[in-house]
């Protein structure tokens, strides 16, 4: 999947019982889920519900969460959005990669497979260091594998090409061994 940042709660929902069923499933981009919209299919519109620090009921609107369902995302996808507004270096930057819309590990079940070492840049000290990576996280019967980073912005890059076709087929493989 690619950019999942609004979705429905059905469509959550959907996903989540993909995953807990067996599903395998890839996150391409970094900010995934973060807020909740309601698709109107006879007036063809969408409308915010929560997230992006606000709520909205169809006829008022009030400041609230800015990721809709933080902790529900962090048990079975492994991470969360990097509300970050500040520069982000990676030391482990094998496809020359600017910050963008990064996840960062929230659920430490996760395997990790490329840790890209990243560092908030501040003129002030900080005292974490989020764990941008790609990683694994089985969940339930299932399984969902996050690449970490805003992968739109270097799909073209040929080492990320190749990157993300061995890990296809790693996972095509571990599939068929079990």
């Not at 429905?8 to 395998?24: C, I, P």
């Not at 959005?81 to 482990?92: E, H, R, S, Y």
């Not at 019967?141 to 970490?148: M, N, P, R």
Request: glycine share 6%; charged share 20%; hydrophobic share 35%.
């Amino acid at each position: 999947m690619g950019h999942q940042e609004s979705v429905t709660q059905k469509e959550y929902d959907n996903l989540k019982h993909f995953v807990e069923n067996g599903g395998t499933l890839i996150l391409l981009d970094g900010n995934v889920f973060y807020a909740q919209v309601n698709y109107d299919k006879y007036h063809h519109t969408i409308t915010l519900v929560k997230g992006h620090g606000w709520a909205f009921n169809g006829k008022s609107a009030w400041k609230s969460v800015s990721e809709r369902w933080a902790n529900e995302t962090s048990q079975w996808i492994g991470s969360n959005f990097l509300p970050c507004v500040c520069p982000v270096t990676f030391a482990n930057d094998p496809f020359e990669y600017k910050h963008h819309e990064e996840q960062y590990i929230t659920n430490h079940h996760d395997t990790i497979s490329t840790n890209y070492d990243a560092k908030l840049v501040t003129k002030y000290p900080v005292n974490y260091k989020p764990i941008i990576a790609t990683y694994e996280l089985h969940y339930k019967k299932g399984s969902v594998i996050v690449l970490g980073l805003y992968s739109d912005d270097i799909l073209d890059n040929a080492r990320f090409d190749k990157y993300f076709r061995a890990l296809l087929v790693q996972q095509v493989f571990n599939e068929r061994i079990d």
